[in-house]
């Protein structure tokens, strides 16, 4: 009965009951709707690949090669909703992976203004395919204090105010060691010393 089923033509042509079954076992086998990923690479732009730590703001550029098992063979896969997690505990960037021909996705970011340690996480799940996730952990270093910027334009104000104080106590100080008084001060005459006798 199953077999009638299987091979029943509507009309005239066949059924969809084969294409299900045939499409279920191949699934089923991973004969086809298997990814696999290869080839996780994350660098600064324009840099050779690495595992060291970022610094913070950095652009950062990630790729992956994902490949999916068509009809017994690997196939570089076609999908335009992968996404990219940069997560420390939770994603703080979320970004899609753009494809090229070659099964190969990447995309560039900016790292967050907040250090600690992260993940690259692609985590794919899709019906009709298998699960496909992969992991991989980074650091995030704030900037040496050989880094940063000579002066902050935003600090003006207190670069102003440092030097305000520091002309302000050397004007005191001048003053205060240098200033005498004009006019002097008479010696009174000692009433005192002429006793006045007694009647």
């Not at 089923?5 to 298997?34: C, E, H, K, M, P």
Request: proline share 4%.
């Amino acid at each position: 009965r199953s077999k009638q089923w299987y091979q029943r033509r509507v009309a005239i042509t066949a059924g969809g009951n084969r294409d299900f079954v045939s499409n279920v076992l191949s699934w089923s086998f991973r004969l086809s709707g298997n990814l696999r990923y290869s080839g996780v690479k994350h660098n600064k732009v324009g840099e050779a690949p690495q595992d060291e730590a970022y610094r913070i703001t950095d652009d950062v550029e990630y790729s992956i090669t994902i490949e999916e098992a068509l009809n017994g063979k690997w196939v570089p896969f076609k999908a335009n909703d992968v996404q990219l997690e940069f997560v420390r505990i939770d994603p703080f960037v979320r970004a899609t992976l753009k494809p090229d021909t070659s099964g190969n996705f990447r995309v560039q970011f900016k790292v967050p203004d907040v250090y600690g340690v992260y993940q690259f996480k692609v985590d794919y799940d899709r019906v009709g395919y298998t699960h496909l996730y992969s992991s991989s952990q980074v650091s995030v270093r704030p900037f040496l204090h050989t880094e940063y910027e000579r002066f902050i334009a935003s600090a003006y104000p207190y670069y102003a105010s440092a030097f305000s104080m520091m002309g302000g106590l050397i004007v005191f100080s001048f003053v205060y060691l240098y200033h005498k008084d004009s006019t002097k001060k008479e010696k009174s005459t000692d009433c005192d010393s002429a006793l006045i006798p007694l009647l």
